[in-house]
């Protein structure tokens, strides 16, 4: 079985529970790259079949050639294309989108979701890994009425990674600034790791609350609450 550094470890936990909440299904991993998440998924049967895309030719080959070298290419497909263009969505679908800005994520989800119906949102499960602009990619999905199943946060290699898995429960929450910036199920948990997280956010909203209007509020919204 394939090994995973922890933060596409942590990704592929979030892969199993979605599975295990849907049923049988396939991963749509978008921007595959290397393809080991799709070759682990195949690997533990978390997708009966995948689907990797990539914008790139170079990354979409590693993918073909990692499924292929391990007698996958029956299971799977890899396809250049920008992120789900050409795809279509079918109940049961997990769709991963992981390593890639979050306005890059919201553009990929916007074309993807448009025109779906509520039935088959209702089915699929979404699981994201944006490497900045968190706020915008939870505003985002809160107003699309995805609700948050999870978030969970590691650390590789000294960074922090937050997963998000998402389900469309067909309303708005209205998230508040401060769960828009730290994560409304982040701000509920005690283990350690997302505590020490949660310290590392305070650092750099106080930073950059220098130059935002928006953070200066939210963390002023704090004190009010305090
Ligand atoms: C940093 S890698 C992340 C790979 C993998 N998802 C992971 O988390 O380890 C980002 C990959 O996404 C691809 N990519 C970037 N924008 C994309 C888009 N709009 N559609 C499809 N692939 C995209 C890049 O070519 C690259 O291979």
């Known amino acids: ?26 991963v749509l991993d978008v921007g595959s790259d290397h393809g080991l998440l799709s070759l682990k998924c195949l ?3 978390a997708a009966s079949y995948v689907i990797c895309t990539d914008i790139n030719p170079d990354p979409a080959s590693k993918s073909r050639l990692l499924l292929k070298q391990n007698g996958f290419s029956d299971r799977s497909e890899v396809i250049v294309t920008d992120g789900l263009n050409g795809v279509k969505i079918l109940p049961g679908d997990i769709i991963v989108i992981a390593g890639m800005g979050g306005l ?6 916007t ?25 915008l990619v939870r505003n985002y999905l809160d107003k699309n009425s995805f609700g948050f199943e999870d978030e969970t946060v590691c650390k590789d290699r000294d960074i922090f990674y937050n997963v998000l898995r998402m389900r469309y429960k067909g309303r708005s929450e209205g998230l508040s600034l401060r ?5 409304p199920v982040n701000l ?7 505590l020490e997280y949660i310290k590392h956010l305070d650092d750099v909203f106080r930073i950059r609350s220098r130059g935002s209007e928006e953070i200066r509020q939210m963390l002023q919204g704090d004190q009010d609450a305090d």
């Open 1 to 26: 079985m394939t090994d995973l550094p922890v933060r596409l470890d942590t990704i592929f936990a979030e892969v199993k529970k979605a599975r295990q909440a849907l049923g049988p299904g396939r």
């Open 43 to 45: 690997e533990e049967d």
């Open 104 to 109: 890059n994520i919201i553009d990929i989800l």
């Open 111 to 135: 074309r993807a979701l448009d025109g779906l119906d509520d039935n088959l949102k209702s089915n699929i499960s979404l699981i994201l890994q944006p490497q900045k602009s968190m706020h």
């Open 179 to 183: 769960q828009l910036y730290y994560g």
């Open 188 to 194: 509920t948990r005690t283990d350690s790791l997302t």
